[in-house]
């Protein structure tokens, strides 16, 4: 298999969903763009409700990814197969988080600059 | 004609210089790094624009050279067929298989959008429907199979989706109306279907018996299996050419209440009577790629029959070459595949009496291999042996006989079957990471939603 071979692959793969892909990717980066602009900091925002709600993103990908694959959890049976949901857990929980974390900074936004009025 | 390629001569500072680029050189497509092209101005006719017949043009026109590559193909449409169980079993859209031909025929090919007719392997011509003819200096032989119902007295595929008539292979009409002659049975809530499989080599030889996994599935999911009875005939000791897999499957359909009847072939079909005649065929014919039945073996008197009522019943047609190759010169004269299957070395794909002639794909006799997967193991063999061919050099490639088939054991959860030519069909798993034994849900996702991508660059010759 050629790199060549592979990009095509995956351009054919992706090429259905690629609209989602795009408004996904544009999404993140409009959020983190104008929480940034806003001062927000990811090491320096915390927030467990974003947290939560991304775990919870995550884990509902055990509902949905199957369902979306035109299968069933109960199939996802070899180690393989876990490895191969976990890793798709993990990383919708990961993009969700990316998204959340600033999101909820930008809500809370009006509040810091009040507290920082206050001080 | 050809001026063959110059051989690489390196001295110490270009070798240097390659182990330095050996690195990038990883990163860099290997298309790139086998770019080198033929100046020829040789005449090569591939017969057929389905997967074998797109790969190769594709492939053929990359290392090439001014060569005249005609592409015989009549039709507009390229049909995704390993996608065909998936629309008959509810899971895909018809649309979903299909895409124009047009988007894969490359440039400076020419396409000739007509049916071939006729070959004359001795005058290297290939003769077309409009009347003209087509000469060539190579051939490429990836016409496909034919479908042979008539062979079933009573059968035609204009039946299927009517009196309870299903058959995949028909074409994606076929699988469709097959999709919505399941559907009624199902909701008629009881009834007999039967599923049968056909005394030929056939084209996805795992399509029968996905079917038949399939149509498990959604009668589970009714919750009254029980009221619905399901039989499997058989016209061999077998259902799959691969050993464990036949174990495997023979244990699951019997796990799953099919009746299994083995050495019955279709013969004959009543379709107002919703009822099938099965003719026993004996216990020597083993159900194996390797039938020597004969078309006149399909008619023989004084057989014992069995007539089966059923609600609704899955046809699998006997298969050949098509007509007009069986009636060349090119057809197999002797051993299994005499008088139906295209006669080619089945390691080097070329043809055993005609060297110019090289055949690919479901057409050629080879004891397994008509699947798209054998197609992407072949194409890279045939352009290999083709340009040696053409430079008078000895062969170099040799294919292995793999073949693979994402074996569906119900709707959301399949086996990534993949074996060749050796030790009896022995496993040639390509992930190390994915058993081959097991039903997994990563072998459905790669089925439902990775292989049609590759497929695709395999068309393009990407793969």
């Known amino acids: ?119 | 004609m050809t001026r063959p390629l110059e051989p690489l001569r390196l001295d110490r500072r270009q070798l240097l210089k390659m182990g330095l680029g050996a690195g990038a050189a990883g990163l860099l497509p290997l298309g790139s790094l086998q770019a080198s092209t033929l100046s020829t101005n040789a005449r090569i006719v591939i017969l057929g624009g389905g997967a074998a017949g797109m790969a190769m043009a594709n492939r053929l026109s990359h290392r090439l050279d001014g060569a005249r590559i005609s592409l015989v193909e009549p039709r507009e449409t390229h049909h995704y067929q390993p996608g065909w169980t998936l629309v008959a079993s509810g899971v895909w859209s018809p649309e979903k298989t299909m895409r124009p031909n047009a988007n894969f025929v490359p440039g400076g090919v020419e396409w000739v959008r007509q049916p071939a007719v006729g070959i004359d392997a001795e005058r290297r011509r290939v003769s077309l429907a409009d009347a003209s003819v087509l000469e060539y200096d190579y051939l490429v032989v990836a016409t496909g199979l034919q479908l042979n119902y008539h062979l079933i007295d009573g059968m035609s595929p204009d039946l299927v989706g009517t009196h309870g008539i299903g058959s995949v292979y028909a074409s994606i009409e076929g699988a469709t109306r097959t999709r919505d002659a399941i559907n009624t049975w199902i909701a008629k809530g009881s009834g007999k279907g039967i599923f049968t499989a056909a005394p030929t080599p056939v084209k996805c030889a795992g399509a029968p018996l996905k079917m038949t996994f399939t149509t498990l599935s959604r009668l589970e999911d009714t919750g009254h299996r029980n009221d619905f009875q399901v039989d499997f005939m058989a016209p061999g000791a077998g259902l799959f050419s691969q050993p464990w897999v036949n174990d495997f499957v023979k244990q699951r359909f019997d796990d799953q209440g099919v009746n299994r009847r083995h050495h019955y072939r279709l013969s004959a079909i009543d379709p107002g009577a919703r009822q099938a005649e099965f003719t026993f065929v004996g216990p020597d014919s083993e159900f194996t790629s390797h039938h020597e039945l004969r078309e006149s073996e399909f008619s023989q008197e004084g057989e014992r029959r069995v007539i089966a009522d059923y609600d609704f019943i899955h046809v699998v047609p006997p298969m050949s070459a098509p007509d007009f190759v069986r009636e060349s010169d090119l057809i197999a004269r002797e051993g299994s595949f005499r008088g139906e299957w295209l006669d080619v070395d089945i390691h080097t794909m070329q043809h055993n009496r005609y060297p110019e002639v090289f055949g690919i794909g479901d057409v050629i006799g080879a004891p397994i291999n008509k699947t798209a997967a054998s197609v992407k193991a072949q194409a890279p063999v045939v352009e290999a042996n083709l340009l040696a061919q053409m430079q008078e050099q000895p062969l170099p490639a040799r294919h292995n006989g793999y073949t693979s088939c994402p074996m569906i054991t119900g709707i959301g959860k399949a086996m990534l079957v993949e074996f060749g030519y050796e030790n009896d069909f022995d496993f040639l798993p390509s992930f190390p990471f994915i058993d081959p034994r097991d039903e997994s849900w990563t072998a459905w996702v790669m089925k439902d939603r990775m292989l049609q991508p590759a497929y695709y660059a395999v068309l393009e010759g990407q793969a």
């Open chain 1, 1 to 119: 298999m050629t790199i060549q071979g592979a990009l095509t692959i995956l351009m054919y793969a992706l090429a259905p969903f690629l609209w989602l892909i795009v408004a996904g990717v544009g999404l993140l980066v409009a959020v983190q763009l104008v929480a940034r602009l806003r001062g927000y900091r990811t090491l320096h925002h915390r927030c467990k409700l974003a947290s939560l709600a991304s775990l919870a993103v995550g884990l509902s990908g055990l509902w949905w990814i199957p369902l979306f694959t035109n299968s069933r959890l109960g199939y996802v049976t070899t180690l393989f197969d876990w490895v191969a949901m976990a890793g798709a857990v993990i990383g919708l929980a990961f993009a969700a988080w990316l998204v959340l974390h600033p999101l909820t900074y930008l809500v809370r936004a009006p509040r810091y600059v009040r507290q920082k009025g206050t001080a």
